[in-house]
């Protein structure tokens, strides 16, 4: 088991930043995934960055060029760092590690941010 716990959300004006931190603990050995994920109000749950086994990124369209996701293996930790913070990010963002091959296995609780414009 994987456990997951976000951090660092929070009110931010537009054109603002975060960083987002997810600690992780418990069997993560077979780990092949982390990404970030994120749902608003009335909105599926959508993918936004996501690293995959051997280093490489992906990002969802909308937020390329503006949030990093990274990882410290030292610390068992996923960072997502947002600049440029526009309206339209406000949403719940959660953490999700997985270990299989499709979808994602565990899951934070999630952590709100929401950007004022």
């Known amino acids: 088991q994987v456990q997951l716990v976000e951090s660092g959300g929070g009110l931010v004006q537009a054109g603002g930043s975060l960083r987002l931190s997810c600690a992780a603990s418990?069997?993560?050995?077979?780990?092949?995934?982390v990404g970030w994920y994120r749902q608003a109000p009335g909105k599926q749950r959508e993918l936004v960055a996501a690293?995959?086994?051997?280093?490489?990124?992906n990002y969802a369209g909308s937020v390329k060029g503006r949030f990093t996701i990274s990882r410290d293996y030292a610390k068992n930790t996923v960072y997502l760092q947002m600049n440029s913070l526009k309206a339209e990010d406000t949403a719940v963002y959660y953490c999700?590690?997985?270990?299989?091959?499709?979808?994602?296995?565990?899951w934070g609780q999630g952590t709100q941010v929401t950007v004022s414009s």
């Open positions: 999700a590690f997985r270990e299989g091959r499709y979808e994602f296995d565990y």
């Open positions: 690293i995959i086994s051997g280093g490489s990124t």
């Open positions: 418990g069997s993560i050995f077979s780990i092949n995934a």
